[in-house]
């Protein structure tokens, strides 16, 4: 390998200027150089315990990968995450690697991690750039797949299944494949080009993709093992019904959830100029949490026109859910943050359009049941702030609808499917991953839980 480069930081990742990002929807990171990803490469010290593999939820042998970009072998470097990931484009774009594999890495004790995810990224793009398009499709086992929502967890899935020779068919309810990668994450942080390609490459191996079609309406998953001869079925719909607070003035018009403003903004493009998407383009708007499809849909807003955007949430900076990357992304770009503020109602005018917010001021009392101090209001301190838009981004859970179509498939109390370790559910033949087992979570802990159902899948169809 060559000689290492020792310096304590990440070589800096080249982005659009934040007032110039804050009003178009290109991408906002623009990806390492050939000559930044060997430097940057060349920073891992290739350690023998592997810490950052084993804070990897799909296990890429990152330390492989990684000796490969150092020396400019970056097909060789592809080759490496393909064999345990099936979108690494969108993981190196969208992981939280401060909280997985970089912050397992050894050089993270005295400096900066490697950058890890920006590496990954790098030689998907170049892969898809210059790669061979030429999949050779394994050999087919005989034995048909079934595998329901085409996120994170359905694409891994498929993915793996494909790769043993499972004929196996994505049934999707949306009109195009990718499920919260396409409605949920903006196109600023995730060119959807990039998954139409990876979920291209699922294609090349066979993998048939059914959109427009609602399971649990269209057909039931028993139907789909008794009458489309489907040996196991795959559930992996996540987690798109979304929560609000319960307050007054929800109802009124310009209140939206995160996932319906963003399902428009996204995968319907209201951004575009010619676009017949109806979204409020308001100039005062005020989105409700602190995670980071808050700070999607306030990036979002910015770009929509609005003059000022608000992020209220009832905690302080402290314990903002949101990546940090998210976090000062946002603040570049001019997202107000009105921290220890907790709305109480939203106030609409005589034809019920949203005019303010009423919030109330809070501070910081003791810990909760999650660790994070709980807030409390502080007295007197209620006040108004003018907006005539409200985004509320307070956390999803799953559609019910799987749960009250599938006779048998036991659930847990807030709606999420019951499995075990390997996505063994209560049905026969039936397992479950990603989100609609835990509830919203992240992409790669979703392609995760696809990748163990898929060998628990193959170890279930050897055993019938």
Do not use: W
Not at 240 to 247: D, T
Not at 288 to 304: F, P, Q
Not at 416 to 423: F, L, V, Y
Request: hydrophobic share 40%.
């Amino acid at each position: 390998m060559p000689a290492f480069n020792m310096s304590p930081v990440k070589n800096p990742m080249p982005s659009q200027e934040p007032l110039v990002r804050n009003k178009n929807f290109d991408e906002v990171a623009l990806g390492y150089s050939e000559e930044a990803a060997i430097a940057e490469a060349k920073r891992c010290l290739n350690c023998k315990n592997k810490p950052c593999v084993a804070g990897c939820p799909v296990n890429v042998m990152i330390p492989e990968f990684i000796s490969f970009v150092a020396e400019g072998k970056f097909e060789e470097a592809y080759a490496v995450i393909n064999r345990s990931s099936s979108l690494p484009a969108v993981c190196g774009r969208v992981c939280p690697q401060e909280t997985q594999c970089e912050g397992k890495c050894t050089r993270g004790l005295k400096g900066e991690a490697v950058a890890i995810g920006r590496l990954e990224r790098f030689v998907a793009d170049y892969h898809n750039a210059h790669g061979e398009r030429q999949t050779v499709r394994p050999a087919r086992n005989g034995h048909k797949v079934a595998v329901v929502g085409s996120g994170p967890a359905g694409l891994a899935c498929a993915g793996d299944l494909a790769k043993l020779g499972y004929d196996v068919t994505v049934f999707e309810a949306l009109h195009m494949a990718g499920g919260v990668l396409v409605y949920g994450i903006p196109e600023f942080r995730l060119p959807k080009s990039i998954v139409e390609k990876e979920v291209e490459n699922l294609r090349s191996l066979g993998v048939k993709i059914e959109t427009n079609m609602v399971v649990g309406r269209i057909f039931s998953i028993e139907e789909l093992k008794e009458e489309y001869g489907f040996e196991a079925v795959f559930i992996g719909t996540g987690a798109g019904l979304p929560k609000f607070m319960g307050i007054k003035g929800e109802n009124a018009k310009g209140v939206y959830s995160a996932n319906e403003y963003l399902t428009r903004v996204n995968l319907m493009k209201a951004y575009e100029e010619d676009s017949e998407t109806p979204v409020l383009r308001a100039k005062r708007v005020a989105v409700v949490g602190g995670g980071n499809v808050a700070m999607d849909a306030a990036r979002s807003a910015k770009r929509m026109g609005a003059d000022e955007v608000y992020i209220v949430y009832r905690r302080s900076e402290e314990e903002l859910p949101a990546r940090r990357e998210e976090v000062e992304h946002a603040k570049e770009e001019q997202i107000i943050f009105k921290l220890l503020t907790n709305p109480v109602e939203i106030i609409a005018d005589e034809e019920d359009n949203v005019s303010a917010i009423r919030c109330v001021e809070m501070e910081l009392g003791d810990a909760d049941a999650s660790g994070r101090r709980r807030p409390v209001v502080k007295e007197g301190s209620e006040f108004e702030m003018p907006v005539a838009c409200v985004i509320m981004a307070l956390g999803t859970s799953p559609n019910p609808l799987i749960k009250q179509t599938t006779a048998g498939l036991d659930t847990r109390s807030r709606g999420e499917i019951a499995a075990d370790e390997c996505g063994r559910t209560s049905l026969e033949g039936v397992f479950a991953g990603g989100d609609a087992v835990t509830g919203a979570a992240t992409v790669i802990l979703a392609m995760g839980a696809g990748k163990t159902a898929a060998k628990a899948i193959d170890e279930y169809i050897k055993n019938k």
